[in-house]
């Protein structure tokens, strides 16, 4: 059987591979201690999913649901923009809701991209822009995130060969993988850059009400100008912890949201109705479950970035997101350090590398582990320096 170019030419998607690997251990009984997909362990608040079960034995939500939304969770989502970040939206034109964002990430190129476009990708960064875009016949460029510049992309050094071929344009803060923030003035900067090259820009900020030490991301919305421009992907997947219901957002250009609600229309039959309540829900509801998880995660952060820098890799704690990003030591790839932590102590971290060639040279942790594993993990990691210290002056003597 002859499968589509496009198939062949995919890379596998990066969490696939490790998912393999963890089962092959444990197929093996091994014990396997995981720090790889950011999918938070805790659960969803209890009103969210008593919502779900309530909505659920309702008739009227066992039918198909419009793909646009209820009109209910559209005001819903513009009043939680409101609110959380001063933004006015227009909930019948300028509000999404999405089968998760990854969803409307991967088809939003179908909106952009013709064959030979190219899209402007952050390198490291979450696979799907660039993936999106390979589906859709284009190119991505990659824009590299750079230790020295805080992991903001440098817009001003794009060629201009490349800007004027330039369809689209990626940023995503809290960042996956580095955990980098942005400024609203880089999002000021964006929306210039974006109206001066005539570029739609996609921010990609599911990680918002991911944040520590009392930091509040800001959105790229709140930037002046910022809708003639651009839209913003949202999700309640990492603020509610809702990764399994599959529920996201869309907001901003009016024009660049109807794009996607035209494909959309065509490809999906929207977001199952009752869990449309449960987020009404969880965007109304009290949002003390956010502080309550932050303050859990900033308690893991500062375990990992301790014990990180205490056995000689580099890792700073990070102001927002649910990651760590962390140096290799020297002397490994990204691939052959997480490799050697897995076989050597049976702890998985995501190589640098599988978000692109900049991601070289780091492993990224993720803090969506149970503290008792955490803890394992941690000690794992301690041993495996311990092993490889005294492996080395061996090899001195
Ligand atoms: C940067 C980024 N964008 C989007 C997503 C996807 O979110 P969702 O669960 O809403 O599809 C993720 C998930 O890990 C992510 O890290």
Redesign the pocket.
């Known amino acids: 059987m002859k499968l589509a170019r496009r198939i062949e030419n995919l890379p596998p998607y990066l969490f696939v591979e490790i998912t393999k690997k963890i089962a092959e251990k444990r197929a093996k009984g091994e014990e396997v201690v995981t720090f790889a ?3 938070p362990d805790i659960p969803t608040p209890q009103h969210i999913i008593e919502r779900l079960c309530r909505e659920a034995r309702e008739p009227a939500n066992h039918r198909y649901p419009e793909s646009d939304g209820l009109p209910e969770l559209r005001q819903s989502i513009a009043n939680w923009y409101q609110k959380r970040f001063g933004v006015s939206l227009n909930p019948d034109t300028e509000v999404l809701p ?8 991967a088809h939003i190129a179908l909106c952009f991209i013709d064959s030979g476009d190219i899209a402007l990708v952050p390198d490291p ?2 696979p ?1 822009y660039s993936i999106g875009t390979m589906l859709a016949g284009g190119e991505s460029y990659y824009m590299p995130l750079l230790r020295e510049n805080d992991f903001l992309p440098d817009l001003d050094n794009i060629p201009a060969d490349v800007l004027k071929k330039s369809k689209l344009l990626w940023i ?1 803060y809290p ?3 580095t955990g980098a923030v942005a400024s609203l003035d880089f999002f000021r900067k964006t929306v210039e850059f974006a109206r001066k090259h005539d570029i739609p820009v996609c921010h ?4 918002s009400e991911v944040a520590f030490d009392g930091y509040k991301p800001v959105s790229l919305l709140q930037a002046e100008g910022a809708k003639e421009v651009g839209v913003e ?6 603020s509610f912890n ?2 399994g219901w ?3 957002m869309l907001v901003g250009n009016a024009t660049m949201v109807n794009a996607l609600k035209v494909i959309k229309s065509n490809m999906d039959s929207g977001i199952p109705q009752a869990i449309q309540y449960a987020a009404i829900e969880a965007l109304e509801g009290p949002q003390d479950a956010i502080k309550e998880h932050n303050d859990i995660y900033q308690r893991r952060r500062d375990l990992v970035v301790d014990t990180l820098n205490s056995i000689g890799l580099e890792a700073h704690p990070p102001k927002a997101s ?1 990651y760590v990003w962390a140096k290799v030591p020297e002397g490994y790839t990204s691939k052959e350090f997480a490799t050697s932590l897995l076989e050597q102590v049976g702890v998985v971290v995501t190589p640098g590398l599988g978000y692109g060639e900049h991601g070289e040279g780091y492993i990224r942790l993720s803090l969506t582990i149970a503290d008792a594993s955490l803890v394992k993990g941690l000690s794992l990691l301690s041993g495996w320096r311990d092993r490889n210290r005294f492996k080395n002056q061996t090899n001195l003597t």
């Open positions: 997909i950011g999918d999405l089968i998760g964002a990854k969803e409307g990430i960064g979450y799907v995503n960042n996956n993988p990609d900020g599911p990680y992907f949202h999700s309640l997947s990492k809702m990764t599959r529920i996201g649910l």
